[in-house]
Each structure stands twice: as structure tokens, then as C-alpha cells.
Nanobody, 136 residues
Framework: EVQLVESGGGLVQAGGSLRLSCAASGFTVDDYYIGWFRQAPGKEREGVSCISSDDGSTYYADSVKGRFTISSDNAKNTVYLQMNSLKPEDAAVYYC?????????????????????????????WGQGTQVTVSS
């Protein structure tokens, strides 16, 4: 069964840190592009970060640049989002999603380069989300 499971959310004070995990089963994250998204109540979904297994590129939204770091542990088939210096405006449900990419020239291709970031793909799989709450 193909599955993405997020974990690591919780309540943290402003300035604190959390590490979110996106654990994959049924497929290998090293073959996929992984995007992290967040959605706060009454707000549109925001593409926060991504990592491409194709070209190794990463992307961060301006709102999190310098504070969040995305990484991949292929041995654990898990992608992480390290979130430091958290702000109340970071509070949201965080989701990860996976897409194989566009197939051409004999392989799948994705990239996190450019301004679109994780919003530029139609994803194959989504996790159920993990809540992040930041108290001021």
C-alpha cells in the first residue's frame, strides 16, 4: 500500500524548533519529488519547501527561507522538514506530497528550481497532515 505519513507536529513556543517527518511506504522517496505544504484556517494552501530526487534541487518559500531545512534520508525512506525560529504565523497543518515527475528521455524529471516551488506539480500521493501550533 502506498502511503505518506507525516509526524512531528505539536505545540511549541515562538522561537522554538520542530522537525517534521514524512515517511513513505510502498515507494522509494529517492525516486520522487517531495513537497511540503501548509494550510492555516481560512488561508490558501502554501507551498513551503521541496526537494527533487532528479537534480537534487531544493526550494524554500520566502516566508521560511533561512529558518526551515528540507532533507532526505533514503535509508529510512523519509523526508524531513527542520523548522527553527518558529513564529506564530508558521502555525498550520503541514502536509507532504510526492510526485514522480515528467517522463522523458528515458527517466522521470523534476526540479525545485524556479519561483513556483512545490505548487508546480500535480501530486501522486498526499499525507494526512500534522498540526503545528506556535504560541507567542
Amino acid at each position: 500500500e502506498v502511503q505518506l505519513v507525516e509526524s512531528g507536529g505539536g505545540l511549541v513556543q515562538a522561537g522554538g524548533s520542530l522537525r517534521l517527518s514524512c515517511a513513505a511506504s510502498g515507494f522509494t522517496v529517492d525516486d520522487y519529488y517531495i513537497g511540503w505544504f501548509r494550510q492555516a484556517p481560512g488561508k490558501e494552501r502554501e507551498g513551503v519547501s521541496c526537494i527533487s530526487s532528479d537534480d537534487g534541487s531544493t526550494y524554500y518559500a520566502d516566508s521560511v527561507k533561512g529558518r526551515f531545512t528540507i532533507s532526505s534520508d533514503n535509508a529510512k525512506n523519509t523526508v524531513y522538514l527542520q523548522m527553527n525560529s518558529l513564529k506564530p504565523e508558521d502555525a498550520a497543518v503541514y502536509y507532504c506530497a510526492a510526485v514522480r515527475g515528467t517522463y522523458y528521455s528515458g527517466s522521470y524529471h523534476t526540479t525545485c528550481l524556479g519561483d513556483v516551488g512545490p505548487m508546480g506539480y500535480d501530486y501522486d500521493y498526499w499525507g494526512q497532515g500534522t498540526q503545528v501550533t506556535v504560541s507567542s
